[in-house]
């Protein structure tokens, strides 16, 4: 089968559009680095395009009418939308899902040590990743810590010009011939990831007892010595000047070690997208998005955004979570006729579009892929009919009819679209939320955006594929339904 460039189907004014469109996705991608920050900018612009909070609804019980606009957000990590449609809720929705976290690390709850003149921050890392590609590049503190009085102080270190980064350091080359012969894998181990986050030691006066400032004004010949871990109470010093913060709040913190710098344009043409956390908040922009600009349909819209599943879609937060259901529940209540089977019935007669990225065809290491049989950067939005791993294990498995279905959507819309496997059968695989929805007995198809260099610090995507996956989003939440299915 051929496969159309993507770029070659555009006229001078969808460019504009897809312009515009990359230009709010990477807006998207600098103001949300972490669950919760992408959450904060989703509500916001749910907001301003008239959502209304559930939980405030469920309050005075009002009832909810066709075209009316909802979003329920739980442990600000995860977030639904809704908007309802003319059918009842028991024929099934369009669900547009993906996921909001990313792969990074994570600062453990009793991080902060001093070693060789070194104050660092240890660390965890969360998801996949090839732990070597964290070394030497200038990272990022983003997340909250929550005091004890409820009290929650937000970090974001690392982004403005003139804010500090933080770095993990790597064996100068001179000294690596040991090293270099190591494993990949090996080379830098997980608890080798710790951030270098201070150098200077805090001064004391001895005469005064007093501390000196951070600028070491009180520098001087006299009565002063270095504290034992000076440098570490050089640290506890600012932390508690900027953020009041004692060494024991880290225990109730979620502070995230990320990629410092914006999402830029790449390459001499600006055709693709370099950031960070673009698995997969390329595809949640995207659906958010398409469900943002669509207006009243036929069929209930929802858009889902979960945290947690690069480990798993585990916990309150994760795809795993009852928290859907019930939101999905508490709006049917709102517009009249919940029953438990009427629940049933409408998550069993949805439609969804379950987007995570796809691995993109690499040249470099082309003996990974089946070309026949993998996305192509430019080549449109990517379906899967499958994702997981040797022999399709923790997959899901998108129905022929409903496969057919969607592409009779896409036809009609003109959208280009692409199908794939992750690589070769035996490499390795992965998986996504899919699954999870599809034990409601709905159908699901993984489809998404192709990325190259997926789970690295930085990631690239297409223009093309970004815009042309939106207007995927948007045919499918206008034009599914499952009466065309069964
Ligand atoms: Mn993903
Ligand atoms: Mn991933």
Avoid at 192 to 217: E, Y
Avoid at 222 to 232: L, Y
Avoid at 380 to 388: I, L
Wanted: with cysteine; net charge negative; glycine share 8%.
């Amino acid at each position: 089968m051929e496969k159309k460039n993507t770029w070659e189907t555009y006229e001078a004014k969808d460019i504009k559009k897809l312009e515009k469109l990359c230009a709010e996705y990477r807006s998207f991608l600098d103001n949300g680095k972490t669950e919760r920050e992408c959450v904060d900018y989703i509500v916001n612009l749910a907001e301003e395009a008239g959502y209304r909070e559930l939980a405030a609804l469920e309050k005075t019980g009002a009832e909810l009418k066709p075209g009316d606009k909802v979003y329920s957000v739980w442990m600000n990590k995860s977030i639904v939308m809704f908007q309802v449609g003319r059918k009842p809720l028991s024929q099934g929705m369009n669900i547009l899902g993906a996921h909001i976290d990313s792969p990074r690390l994570d600062v453990k709850q009793n991080p902060l040590y001093e070693e060789g003149g070194f104050a660092y921050l240890d660390t965890h890392y969360y998801g996949g990743v090839k732990k070597y590609q964290w070394v030497t590049i200038p990272l990022a503190i983003h997340g909250v810590v929550v005091k004890k009085d409820g009290s929650t102080v937000e970090l974001n270190v690392g982004e403005n010009e003139d804010d500090p980064v933080f770095f993990v350091s790597d064996l100068l080359i001179h000294l690596a011939q040991e090293q270099l012969e190591k494993k990949a894998s090996k080379v830098i181990e997980g608890e080798a990831l710790d951030i270098i986050i201070g150098n200077r030691p805090l001064v004391i006066d001895k005469k005064s007892d007093k501390k000196s400032d951070k600028n070491g004004k009180k520098d001087g010949q006299n009565g002063e010595q270095a504290a034992k871990d000076a440098v570490k109470a050089g640290i506890l010093q600012i932390l508690k000047d900027n953020y009041d913060m004692e060494e024991e709040d880290f225990v109730s913190a979620e502070l995230e070690v990320v990629p410092a710098g914006k999402a830029r344009e790449a390459g001499f043409d600006r055709s693709m997208i370099l950031a960070y956390g673009q698995d997969d908040r390329v595809c949640a922009f995207t659906s958010m998005q398409a469900m943002l600009d669509t207006s009243e349909t036929d069929r209930t819209l929802c858009c889902i955004l979960v945290d947690k599943e690069e480990i798993g879609s585990v916990g309150a937060t994760g795809m795993q979570s009852k928290f859907f259901e019930n939101a999905v529940a508490e709006l049917m209540n709102l517009c009249g006729g919940y029953n438990e089977l009427a629940l049933r019935r409408c998550l069993a007669h949805s439609c969804m579009l379950s987007s995570d990225v796809s691995s993109a065809y690499d040249p470099s290491y082309a003996s990974s892929f089946d070309k026949k049989n993998v996305a192509y950067l430019g080549g449109g939005m990517v379906f899967n009919k499958f994702t997981g791993a040797r022999g399709k294990s923790g997959s899901n498995d998108a129905n022929a009819e409903y496969i057919a279905h969607i592409r009779d959507i896409f036809a009609r819309e003109k959208i280009n679209f692409q199908t794939a496997e992750l690589g070769k059968v035996d490499l390795g695989g992965g998986g996504t939320i899919a699954y999870i929805l599809a034990l409601y007995g709905m159908n699901v198809i993984d489809s998404g955006v192709a990325v190259l260099n997926m789970h690295a610090p930085w990631e690239a995507t297409s223009k093309a594929d970004v815009y042309e996956t939106y207007r995927g989003y948007r045919a499918f939440a206008a034009g599914a339904d499952d009466a065309k299915v069964f």
